[in-house]
């Protein structure tokens, strides 16, 4: 979906996570996915910190609403994070298995915080439990945004090292015809 096309942020997140969703094969609830959709709306106009996580999430106050604060922040950091730079994060000190830890547990003890029963609860009980299956659904977002331009040089270099099926299909559709390890233009 082109973003030009969309009336709306929310309306646009909501069609990219819904094509993610689908092409990734993760089973959301309703309330799930419209939490992502928020996810990325808040992200879109947040400044991401260099603070450690992991720090946070151990200091974070034994209850009341800032330690909900905390917790939410962490796991949406996390799951944004590990989504949209884990090819980056393969170059540095901390790797994904290091943000999916850190946002399983903060939506674990997210979800135990807000009390059995609401739907808040339930959507940080899905998060915590398939954590990284989301953080599929974000990451294929994130490649969907990165190439909606048909920089074909950057595509190529990306399937060169991941062979990533949705890459090879991107570069069909603009006529570089993949084959193994040959590359027929």
């Known amino acids: 979906m082109d973003v030009t096309l969309a009336t709306s942020v929310d309306e646009y997140f909501r069609e990219v996570v819904t094509e993610a969703l689908h092409v990734t094969e993760v089973e ?5 996915s419209w939490y992502l ?43 944004y994070v590990a989504g949209f730079f884990a090819e980056s994060l393969s170059r540095s000190l901390v790797d994904v ?16 915080s807000c009390g059995r029963g609401t739907s808040l609860t339930e959507v940080y009980e899905e998060l915590a439990a398939n954590f990284p299956r989301f953080v599929d659904v974000i990451g294929e977002i994130r490649k969907q945004s990165d190439f909606a331009t048909n920089d074909v040089t950057k595509l190529y270099e990306i399937w060169l090292r991941t062979r990533d099926e949705w890459i090879e299909k991107k570069l069909r559709t603009l006529g570089v015809l993949v084959d193994g390890s040959r590359v027929i233009q």
Request: hydrophobic share 40%; charged share 20%; proline share 5%.
């Open 97 to 112: 298995d290091y943000y999916v830890g850190i946002g399983q547990s903060a939506y674990a003890q997210l979800a135990r």
């Open 37 to 79: 959709v928020g996810l990325l709306g808040e992200m879109h106009q947040t400044r991401l910190t260099d603070e450690p996580l992991g720090l946070k999430l151990v200091e974070v106050a034994a209850s009341g609403p800032e330690r909900v604060k905390t917790l939410k922040q962490v796991g949406d950091t996390s799951l």
């Open 28 to 32: 959301a609830s309703e309330p799930a």
